[in-house]
């Protein structure tokens, strides 16, 4: 009994390493990247190149493990899952509402400490911010916000008044 079961899973594992979920790769120019409109640091490029754009760009840098299921369904689903809640590729179509508050967001998960994901972390050393890389960009989301608030004329939000 035991012995057929094992057999079953492994049949399965078999199959699975041949259906791949679609890669988050997109090549060349991204018209609607959040440096197009707003200036980004070469510093803050940097860090979002090692901490954040994997899960949060157009294009994801890929390790070989990918190529392994269940792995690359787990992986696929932080990608889909981080680019819906924010995608600095696509950061230019968002309404300057959703733009203002999706880097206010970013300031209190860089705080937290909940982005990257520490599953990313455990694994991708590098991607963990040092104090001073928090506050590089803290203080750079935080002039975009600036600046998205004074060309929109936005109102003030709550939980930015509440931010000493
Ligand atoms: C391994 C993938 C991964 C990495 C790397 C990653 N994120 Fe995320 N991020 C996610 C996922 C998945 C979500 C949506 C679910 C959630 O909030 O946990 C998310 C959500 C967010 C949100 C929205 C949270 C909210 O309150 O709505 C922000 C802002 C964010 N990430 C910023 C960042 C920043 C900044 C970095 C780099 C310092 C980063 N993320 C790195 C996967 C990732």
């Avoid at 009994?1 to 078999?14: G, P």
């Avoid at 679609?22 to 510093?43: D, L």
């Avoid at 590729?89 to 994901?117: C, N, W």
């Amino acid at each position: 009994m035991i012995k057929k079961i094992l057999i079953v899973l492994l049949v399965i594992l078999v199959t699975i390493q041949f259906i791949h979920p679609k890669k988050n790769q997109s090549a060349g120019e991204q018209p609607n990247a959040i440096a197009k409109a707003y200036p980004v640091p070469q510093e803050v490029t940097d860090i979002l190149k090692v901490s954040c754009n994997d899960c949060h760009s157009n294009n994801t840098h890929y390790p070989w493990y990918n190529n392994i299921q269940p792995v690359a369904w787990w992986m696929n689903n932080h990608v889909n899952g981080g680019k819906k809640e924010l995608n600095f590729d696509e950061f230019t179509s968002y309404t300057p509402q959703r733009a203002h508050h999706k880097l206010d967001d970013l300031i209190d998960e860089v705080k937290e400490g909940g982005m990257p994901l520490p599953s990313y972390t455990w694994i991708h050393k590098n991607a963990i911010l040092s104090e001073a890389q928090k506050s590089t960009l803290i203080n750079w989301a935080q002039s975009v916000m600036d600046s998205i608030a004074s060309k929109y004329n936005l109102p003030e939000e709550e939980d930015q008044k509440e931010r000493p």
